[in-house]
């Protein structure tokens, strides 16, 4: 029997004008819808705090040794289900909910300027966008300078690519929890089939669970 796979999804706390966080909301309805049987799905929740994404994401990547990691976060701005293709190290000027930034305002020292995930968000989007969800996706090239984009830096970093970013508009504009449960369900399920269609993505994790256990 084929061992099953582990996805970590995660969604923000509460920050600014954000007193609920649709992106938690919306992890927590996917928890319940699940991602069937053959998937072994975690959910955690993420302070909206720099040096608590830096200490919180490496171990939940050594703890689960997850295929895909999802992360999703709220965007005032959006007004679609916007799936982001890449993360960036510098321009983290604005202040978490500790009231703390990085004084070198970026993610690593000496990291690329952008990481892009393994998964081609344009087919993901593509394919999503045919289900007959009524909800729309769109893709993005910028997650924001916050701590939205510093976790999906840092996460596709840590899993050499294996990682995704979604910001959902917040509740009912225009999606209810239970739609962005759904759309996160649908989203979450095309990315695990694109990984396993391209042989790419598999000699990826391949790598990485061999490099992992050469240590």
Known sequence: MASKKKVIVTGFEPFGEHAVNSSWVAVQELEKL?????????????????????????????????????????????????????????????????????????????????????????????????????????????????????????SLHLGQGRSAFIHVPPLSKPYSSQELGRALQAVVQEMLKLMEEDPKHEEVCNHAHRQRHDH
């Open 34 to 154: 699940g991602l069937g049987g053959a998937v072994d799905l975690h959910v955690c929740e993420v302070p909206v705090e720099y040096q608590a994404v830096q200490s919180l994401l490496p171990s939940l990547w050594s703890k689960h040794q997850p295929q895909l990691v999802v992360h999703v976060g709220v965007s005032g701005l959006a007004t679609t289900v916007t799936l982001e293709q890449c993360g960036h190290n510098k321009g983290y000027k604005r202040r978490d909910n500790c009231c703390f930034s990085p004084t070198s305002q970026c993610c690593m020292e000496d990291g690329p300027d952008c990481i892009h995930s393994v998964l081609d968000m344009e087919a993901v989007c593509k394919r999503v966008n045919n289900t007959g969800l009524g909800i729309t996706f769109s893709v993005s090239k910028d997650a924001g300078r916050y701590l939205c984009d510093y976790t999906y830096y840092t």
